[in-house]
């Protein structure tokens, strides 16, 4: 699995968009970016996935630059609940491997 | 749906003992992975059950043993327990491989 490179932490005022970026320039053709956050003292909760497509869902968009060697994840209007550490992972979903490898993370702190 | 459940939420054990961690998967869901994770780490991955056999494994030694039911619930062992186990320890399903799906985790404290 390639190895993804986040910010430590980051600041974002409440109400602004918070955009989180990921570098993974070593990513393979098959592998896909995901994204987890969690919040203090809980299990990691999933946010959204893609290849190389952008994508959007009620939670978040993911943003995949042309050449796949990083991604930004975007919450549109963040509020004091989206404060958690954010995972950047890269894996081959369906490969039987099933492993998630979460590095540092980035810390969102939202303020009011 | 109640999603992935995990039991007990808190537990303290005393160094050399053994101790036995529960996870009932979210319904519908074939696979469950453990992980571990140290306060202030990203969670490391322990091992992965599908169809009732490990199917992969990470860096942990044999004292970390694992179990899956036919249900699909599973059990995570661990043996003679040292200070350095105490740990948030996840479970988290999924279903052939997709996106995972975690639970509250165990808050393990070894003493």
């Known amino acids: 699995d390639a190895k993804t490179t986040q910010p430590t932490s980051m600041d974002c005022a409440e109400g602004r968009a918070a955009n989180l970026p990921c570098n993974h320039s070593t990513i393979s053709g098959n592998e896909y970016v995901y994204w987890y956050r969690q919040i203090h003292s809980q299990g990691p909760q999933y946010i959204i996935h893609?290849?190389?497509n952008n994508e959007t869902n009620e939670m978040a968009s993911l943003i995949i630059t042309e050449d796949r060697k990083s991604s930004t994840l975007i919450l549109p209007h963040a509020t004091l609940r989206d404060t958690a550490v954010y995972y950047c992972?890269?894996?081959?979903?369906?490969?039987?491997?099933?492993?998630?490898?979460f590095g540092q993370g980035t810390t969102l702190q939202v303020k009011p | 749906d109640a999603g992935v459940t995990q039991s007990p939420t808190h537990l303290i054990k005393t160094r050399g003992q053994q101790v036995t961690l529960r996870c009932s998967p979210k319904s519908g869901h074939d696979t469950v992975s453990w992980y571990q994770q140290a306060l202030g780490q990203g969670p490391q991955f322990i091992f992965q059950y599908y169809e009732e056999e490990e199917r992969q494994r990470g860096n942990f030694p044999d004292r970390f043993s694992g179990h899956q039911f036919p249900n699909y619930s599973s059990e995570l062992n661990v043996n003679a327990l040292l200070l350095g186990d105490s740990a948030l320890y996840l479970c988290?399903?999924?279903?052939?491989?997709?996106?995972?799906?975690f639970g509250q985790g165990t808050r393990l404290t070894v003493v």
């Open positions: 988290a399903s999924s279903l052939m491989d997709t996106e995972a799906f």
């Open positions: 893609g290849l190389k």
């Open positions: 992972i890269v894996r081959v979903p369906l490969s039987n491997t099933g492993k998630l490898i």
